[in-house]
């Protein structure tokens, strides 16, 4: 195989990775603070595309600033979805909690379908096709902003949690709930800022891939259990694992596409979350039980 | 019956059961004691295949059982109930036991009858359709009791049945466990009440940072200096409980 | 408790002649009713049993053993595909398409259990996703031969039972009430049988489990397998009644979360909850999607997204345990 192709499904694979890390923080952070899986997740990033997608067609915002838009909204929506839905299964057994955000991400997805159509949507922004030359190497420019806001975004996301005091508090509330509330902490308040913020994250990465990616109802679909993988390959609530087993993800599924071709990315990812899942059932940093 | 030898559990770092070496004969009552986080539940979990041992080997009638499953040692004729008691919460008591009984036969009706009989041993006879979580807590302890008779053990091993039981719960349950004995059981006990294991067992193991540091009858470890050592050095409040 | 269906046999001639006419009814109406019945009505009762019988099946490893699967639609593919693989390319009955299919879940079963073996709750319930999804993944990849997106058709032979097809749908109507038979009484079987008893102690507490004798893994996977072929048995009748499958619709994610949503709504560890719950939802969905579907797509996965949520929401608890009494002995659960 030629170099330079091998050395483009890295660049390509490094470049989409960045999003995943942004999309599966966002997914961590509720797992590690609220102790829910978020199977809804790609929802969240679903409609944060479909509402970068209206907010061109009816100004020509463009999608990377329609995040400044897309992230409130969906933080809010976040919120409103733990209030009144998730917040009532927290402590209940599992099958509870799976079920009610399996639910809520077919009602979401469906509603999408019901809105917009099974039809693939897009936008065409002037810089979609635009790329830089490093040798035999594109750089789409597309692609290098989404990895770039990404990568910001997840930095600032760390500086959140480690410098400022609702951050401290997450992660007060994630290691230890009881020792948190003894503190004087408020762990609902804190659950429903958790799951904002996880919705706002998921948002801006399904803005800024919109210059380059089609949007459709079932589009968070793949994204979501691309981001289950790095989660768990990363460590529950580990922001800095989900940061980095995004991009490992990213890689591995660009060389799965160049190797099978088609859906052999995402086949790759599972393979992946299988072997990793045999070696540690409870995630790569859980503690193992005994 | 059971031998343990140079038994020892590892956890990263942690040394729960050290080195351990004892023996158990037929129709023995052998209590274990020693303060928190002596290794009594690590040695339990250990026997019942819960845990393997990072070394050492088990041997029950002559059988090495070292490293088997959980399921298998309980067929040999080991049974537990556990310090944070376990029922399975969601279904009857009859259930419960029932579960239990198949250890032995594959036959419903027999297995029934032998719940039955282990439900009117431990006088549960009259909740058998209740749920198992709404049991109050002395008759979950013998429920957990009745579902190990169930799979016909001969060797027991009783986790801190005791806990939370009021003064004449205790003494009923001693009594039981003195019924349970002449059906020819042996019993492991591991107990926090000094009393109840004084009353009841012939010999007793002390246990501290998963060594054993005395071995003999209650009257001779209760006057052992190194026993008293170990619980006064953390407070007699635990062992006086 | 199991003695119930025992003891309406022992009672006096006299009060026998109404139950016993009951029966009758019931069975009059079961056998002769769907000769009646206009076509739409009798495509609702095929899809309802059809539902039900997965649900049961759904219900062996997500209600008796307690490991939920969001991953039966792989089971169900399976059986939709090979055999209409083998009858497309080689021109093999389904009849005997359904022994192939069976067969290839079951060893599908062997290897999710094998690798699923460890994980608890939404561990196992994202492994089983993903499992499901490889598979579609596949279907869609491997073009040539599955047709790819654009899914595969069986080639209509008229009414040719050899090949299990109909000129008329009451047919159909028959070979699935069968399935659903066969499907409640082995499920019923295994309810009362030690096979029963230790899923039941496998989905309240692994471990517990395995120390009063239960083969934990063994018996999980045997759980497993049983569900497995049972599904791809409901997945080749799918095919043949259809005429159509395609990737997403075999495949997917939502009929995977219906098919436990059957079980969930009526009754986990009970043998007629999830026909009870067939007979809800499926209706409903029917209904939903034929009255409003056509200008509305994915309404009805809204209604069952809805329908799941406030079950979820108004017993969060009670959903495995929290049934009456009444329902209790209606569906006939466990010890009730």
């Known amino acids: 195989m030629h170099p330079e192709i091998v050395l483009q499904a890295l660049v390509n694979g490094v470049l989409m990775g960045g999003v995943y890390s942004l999309v599966s923080i966002g997914l961590t952070l509720i797992f590690g603070v609220v102790r829910i899986v978020n199977f809804a997740h790609g929802e969240f990033l679903m409609a944060g595309m479909y509402l970068t997608y209206w907010l061109w067609v009816l100004t020509r915002l463009d999608p990377v600033a329609a995040a400044l838009v897309t992230m409130p909204v969906l933080g809010g929506f976040g919120l409103l979805l733990f209030r009144v839905l998730i917040g009532r299964v927290l402590g209940a057994p599992d099958l509870a909690q799976i079920f009610l955000t399996v639910a809520i991400s077919l009602v979401l997805q469906n509603l999408a379908l019901l809105l917009f159509t099974a039809n693939y949507r897009s936008v065409t922004v002037e810089y979609a096709t635009a790329a830089l030359r490093v040798g035999g190497v594109a750089f789409s420019v597309a692609r290098l902003i989404a990895f770039g806001v990404a990568v910001v975004l997840s930095f600032l996301t760390g500086v959140f949690l480690t410098r400022t005091d609702l951050g401290r508090a997450m992660r007060a509330v994630a290691q230890d709930r009881e020792a948190a509330v003894l503190l004087g902490i408020d762990p609902n308040r804190i659950y429903g800022m958790a799951v904002a913020l996880g919705a706002a994250l998921a948002a801006a990465g399904g803005s800024v891939i919109m210059p380059y990616f089609y949007v459709f109802p079932t589009v968070g679909a793949s994204f979501v259990l691309m981001a289950f993988i790095v989660v768990i390959m990363g460590g529950l609530g580990n922001v800095t694992g989900a940061f980095l087993g995004g991009l490992i993800m990213g890689v591995a599924e660009s060389f799965g596409i160049l190797l099978v071709g088609g859906h052999g990315g995402v086949m790759v990812g599972f393979l992946v979350l299988v072997l990793v899942l045999m070696i540690r059932p409870h995630g790569l940093l859980a503690a193992p039980k005994g | 019956m059971l031998e343990a030898e140079g038994l020892t559990k590892r956890f990263g770092g942690l040394v729960a059961v050290d080195d351990l070496t004892f023996r158990v004969a037929e129709g023995e009552i052998v209590g274990i004691i020693g303060p928190n986080g002596s290794g009594k539940t690590t040695t339990f979990n250990l026997i019942t295949g819960i845990y393997r041992p990072t070394s050492g080997r088990i041997r029950f009638c002559g059988v090495d059982i070292t490293g088997r499953a959980p399921h298998e040692i309980c067929r040999l004729g080991i049974a537990r109930t556990f310090q944070v008691m376990q029922p399975f919460r969601d279904v009857t008591v009859m259930e419960n036991v029932l579960i239990g009984a198949f250890c032995r036969t594959a036959d419903p009706r027999e297995a029934r009858e032998i719940a039955l009989n282990a439900l009117e041993t431990v006088g549960l006879s009259g909740d058998r359709g209740a749920l198992a979580k709404n049991l109050p807590t002395a008759e979950q302890r013998r429920l957990e009791l009745a579902r190990a008779l169930a799979t016909g053990p001969r060797l027991l091993l009783l986790d801190e049945t005791l806990a939370g039981l009021s003064p004449r719960e205790v003494d009923e349950s001693l009594e039981l466990l003195r019924k349970v004995v002449r059906r020819g059981v042996t019993l492991v006990v591991v107990e926090h009440q000094m009393r109840a294991i004084m009353r009841l067992c012939s010999r007793v193991i002390v246990l501290d940072y998963g060594r054993k540091i005395a071995e003999g009858s209650p009257q001779e470890v209760a006057e052992d200096p190194k026993v008293i050592e170990a619980y006064l050095g953390r407070g007699y409040g635990d062992a006086a409980h | 408790m199991r003695e119930a269906p025992v003891a309406g046999e022992g009672r006096l001639p006299g009060m026998l002649s109404l139950p016993r006419l009951l029966r009758g009814l019931v069975l009059a109406v079961v056998v002769v009713g769907p000769w009646v019945l206009p076509a739409y009505f009798l495509h609702i009762v095929i899809m309802t049993i059809l539902f039900a019988a997965l649900g049961c099946a759904w219900n062996v490893v997500g209600g008796y053993a307690g490991q939920l699967s969001l991953g039966h639609a792989a089971f169900f593919g399976i059986g939709a595909y090979i055999p209409t693989l083998l009858q497309v390319h080689w021109k093999v009955s389904p009849w005997l398409g359904i022994l192939a299919g069976g067969a290839v879940a079951a060893v599908a079963a062997v290897v999710l259990g094998w690798v699923t ?220």
Not at chain 3, 163 to 175: A, D, N
Not at chain 3, 185 to 191: N, P, Q, Y
Not at chain 3, 297 to 308: D, H, K, P, R, S
Request: net charge positive; glycine share 12%.
């Open chain 3, 117 to 336: 073996l460890r994980l608890q709750g939404p561990y196992f319930a994202i492994a089983t996703i993903a499992f499901a999804e490889v598979l579609r993944l596949t279907a869609l990849q491997l073009r040539e031969v599955t047709g790819g997106a654009v899914g595969l058709t069986i080639p209509y032979l008229g009414h040719r039972p050899l090949y299990l097809q109909f000129e008329e749908k009451v047919y159909y109507y028959y070979v699935i009430a069968a399935v659903l038979l066969v499907v409640v009484e082995m499920v019923r079987r295994m309810a009362v049988s030690r096979f029963g008893y230790y899923l039941l102690a496998i989905g309240q507490n692994e471990m517990v489990a395995e120390t009063v004798g239960v083969p934990t893994v063994a018996t999980k996977v045997k759980a497993l397998v049983l569900s497995a072929v049972m599904t791809a048995v409901c997945g080749t009748f799918y095919a043949q009644y259809i005429y159509f499958i395609d990737p997403f619709s075999v495949f997917g994610l939502g009929l995977s979360v219906e098919v436990a949503l059957v079980a969930i709504v009526g009754g986990l560890r009970t043998v007629w909850g999830p026909v009870l719950g067939a007979m809800v939802l499926r209706p409903l969905a029917e209904l939903t999607q034929g009255l409003l579907g056509a200008t509305y797509a994915g309404v009805q996965f809204i209604v069952y997204g809805g329908v799941l949520i406030v079950v979820i929401l108004m017993r969060p608890e009670g959903l495995i345990g929290g049934a009456s009494r009444l329902y209790g002995r209606l569906v006939g659960r466990f010890g009730g």
